[in-house]
């Protein structure tokens, strides 16, 4: 009789269970659901995000493994050559060096004071010797002064050893891009537009003996760094 009263509690307990679960089941659901969606997402920012094209690099890998001497860049004051060669090196995943202030670190004064204290000359002689070193350097980006292509000695050097890109662009888009002519002797004795003019049309024959030309009057830094490694890609001998 105990034993049949025992199987009914049983019974009793475990029906009971059941209907409890039934009650809390939209209670479990919601934890569940929660789990169940973390895990899916956590699933899905483990997968790698799609790879944005760049065209820059894209193009750059090829012709960085096609470069045997250094690219430098010549043309007038506030053609782009620092800003552009810095950018295009980076891309290039090669070196920068700009000899201009390479000078300004071996002498410990500026251009400017340069050209006060030792005179045009010496300049000149500071750069030939600077630029001499870098031609022979790995392949890099280098960026030169403005007159330093202007400079027969250097200028063969330069033509001889590395690939030299002339960066043109009009007088005033020179000026705009120039901002403050301080730092810039060669603008001090007069109206610096008219000295830009003046130096543009005296110095194109010069810049003309460079290997590649790029007009990069409305460009901005990065146009003009895509068409520089354009120009390179079509330069460059096919491997
Ligand atoms: C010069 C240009 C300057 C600098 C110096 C002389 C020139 O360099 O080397 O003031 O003769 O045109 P940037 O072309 O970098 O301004």
């Known amino acids: 009789m105990s034993a049949i009263r025992q199987s009914h509690k049983t019974r009793h307990i475990f029906a009971s269970f059941l209907r409890n679960c039934q009650a809390a089941r939209p209670l479990l659901?919601?934890?569940?659901?929660?789990?169940?969606?973390?895990?899916?997402?956590?699933?899905?920012?483990?997968?790698?995000?799609?790879?944005?094209?760049?065209?820059?690099a894209?193009?750059?890998?090829?012709?960085?493994?096609?470069?045997?001497?250094?690219?430098?860049l010549v043309g007038l004051m506030g053609s782009g050559k620092s800003a552009v060669g810095?950018?295009?090196?980076?891309?290039?995943?090669?070196?920068?060096?700009?000899?201009?202030?390479?000078?300004?670190?071996?002498?410990?004064?500026?251009?400017?004071?340069?050209?006060?204290?030792?005179?045009?000359?010496?300049?000149?002689?500071m750069e030939q010797k600077t630029l001499g070193n870098l031609a022979l350097a790995s392949p890099q980006v280098i960026a030169t002064g403005g007159g330093a292509f202007c400079q027969d000695t250097t200028a063969n050097l330069l033509l001889q050893h590395t690939l030299?890109?002339?960066?043109?662009?009009?007088?005033?888009?020179?000026?705009?891009?120039?901002?403050?002519?301080?730092?810039?002797?060669?603008?001090?004795?007069?109206?610096?537009?008219?000295?830009?003019?003046?130096?543009?049309?005296?110095?194109?024959?010069?810049?003309?003996?460079?290997?590649?030309h790029l007009d990069t009057d409305g460009l901005s830094t990065y146009e003009a760094m895509m068409a520089l490694l354009h120009a390179l890609d079509t330069h460059l001998p096919r491997q």
């Not at 493994?65 to 690219?71: G, K, N, Q, S, T």
């Open 29 to 56: 659901l919601f934890p569940l659901t929660i789990c169940i969606a973390m895990l899916a997402l956590m699933k899905d920012s483990s997968k790698p995000a799609p790879r944005k094209p760049n065209p820059a």
């Open 58 to 72: 894209e193009l750059a890998g090829p012709i960085a493994a096609r470069l045997d001497r250094p690219v430098v």
């Open 86 to 125: 810095r950018r295009a090196a980076k891309q290039l995943g090669i070196g920068f060096k700009d000899s201009d202030q390479l000078i300004v670190k071996a002498a410990g004064i500026s251009i400017a004071e340069i050209f006060e204290l030792a005179g045009e000359v010496k300049f000149r002689e």
């Open 164 to 212: 030299t890109i002339w960066l043109k662009a009009s007088p005033a888009t020179l000026l705009s891009r120039i901002g403050n002519t301080k730092t810039r002797p060669l603008l001090h004795n007069g109206d610096p537009l008219t000295m830009l003019t003046r130096l543009d049309k005296q110095r194109a024959l010069f810049y003309k003996k460079a290997h590649i």
